[in-house]
T-cell receptor, first 113, second 114 residues
Framework: GNSVTQMEGPVTLSEEAFLTINCTYTATGYPSLFWYVQYPGEGLQLLLK?????DKGSNKGFEATYRKETTSFHLEKGSVQVSDSAVYFCALSEAAAGNKLTFGGGTRVLVKP | DAGVIQSPRHEVTEMGQEVTLRCKPI?????LFWYRQTMMRGLELLIYFNNNVPIDDSGMPEDRFSAKMPNASFSTLKIQPSEPRDSAVYFC????????????FGPGTRLTVL
C-alpha cells in the first residue's frame, strides 16, 4: 500500500535560518504529492503540491520538488519566520486509491526570534 | 466561499452519551472525508464519501462510530456511546473530483469525553 515517511520533530530553528523537512513516499503508481501546514488550533491548509515528476511546488517562500528517482518530496524554505511555526504534513494521493490522501506523521517546527 | 464548515467547534460530553458532529462541504465538491487527529495516532482517515455514497469506511474504529451524508451539502459523524478514548479533534474535508483537486479542511471539532 501507499505510505509517507517524514522526519520526526520537533525542529527548532532561529529566525532567518534555513529549513528542510525530509519526506519520502511509497506508492504503487504515479501519485500527486502535497505539503499541508497546520497552525495552532486550526485545520490543515494546502501549502503546495506537485502532480508529476520533476514538478516544483512553491508557495510563501516554501518549495518542494517531486523526485521520482528518489521517491522524495522534501520541503525547503530559505529564511524562516516566527510565523512559520506550525506542524507540516507531507501527503500523497493516487487515483487508483480513490484519491484518498495518505499522510505522513507530521513535523512540528518551532521558529524562535 | 465560506470553506468547509464544522459544528460544533468544541464538544464536552460524558462517557456513554451520544455525540453528533456536523460538516458542510464546499459547494460543488464531490468528495467528503472525515479524519480524527490525536497525539498518539496522528491524523487518521475514518471514512470518505463520493457523490454522497460511502466509498471506504475501513478507518472507522468501531461500530460505535457511524457517518451519513444525506445530501451533497451535509454530513454527520455520530459516536454512540462515546468513550474517553474518543477524545480527539475531528476534521472534515472536501474535494472536487477534478484531476489534482486538493482537499480543503474545516477547522475541526475538538471532542472531550469525560
Amino acid at each position: 500500500g501507499n505510505s509517507v515517511t517524514q522526519m520526526e520533530g520537533p525542529v527548532t530553528l532561529s529566525e532567518e535560518a534555513f529549513l528542510t523537512i525530509n519526506c519520502t513516499y511509497t506508492a504503487t503508481g504515479y501519485p500527486s504529492l502535497f505539503w499541508y501546514v497546520q497552525y495552532p488550533g486550526e485545520g490543515l491548509q494546502l501549502l503546495l503540491k506537485a502532480t508529476k515528476a520533476d514538478d516544483k511546488g512553491s508557495n510563501k517562500g516554501f518549495e518542494a520538488t517531486y523526485r521520482k528517482e528518489t521517491t522524495s518530496f522534501h520541503l525547503e524554505k530559505g529564511s524562516v519566520q516566527v510565523s512559520d511555526s506550525a506542524v507540516y504534513f507531507c501527503a500523497l494521493s493516487e487515483a487508483a486509491a480513490g484519491n484518498k490522501l495518505t499522510f505522513g506523521g507530521g513535523t512540528r517546527v518551532l521558529v524562535k526570534p | 466561499d465560506a470553506g468547509v464548515i464544522q459544528s460544533p467547534r468544541h464538544e464536552v460530553t460524558e462517557m456513554g452519551q451520544e455525540v453528533t458532529l456536523r460538516c458542510k462541504p464546499i459547494s460543488g465538491h464531490n468528495s467528503l472525508f472525515w479524519y480524527r487527529q490525536t497525539m498518539m495516532r496522528g491524523l487518521e482517515l475514518l471514512i470518505y464519501f463520493n457523490n454522497n455514497v460511502p466509498i471506504d469506511d475501513s478507518g472507522m474504529p468501531e461500530d460505535r462510530f457511524s457517518a451519513k451524508m444525506p445530501n451533497a451539502s451535509f454530513s454527520t459523524l455520530k459516536i454512540q456511546p462515546s468513550e474517553p478514548r474518543d477524545s480527539a479533534v475531528y476534521f472534515c474535508a472536501s474535494r472536487s473530483n477534478l484531476a489534482g483537486g486538493e482537499q480543503f479542511f474545516g477547522p475541526g471539532t475538538r471532542l472531550t469525553v469525560l
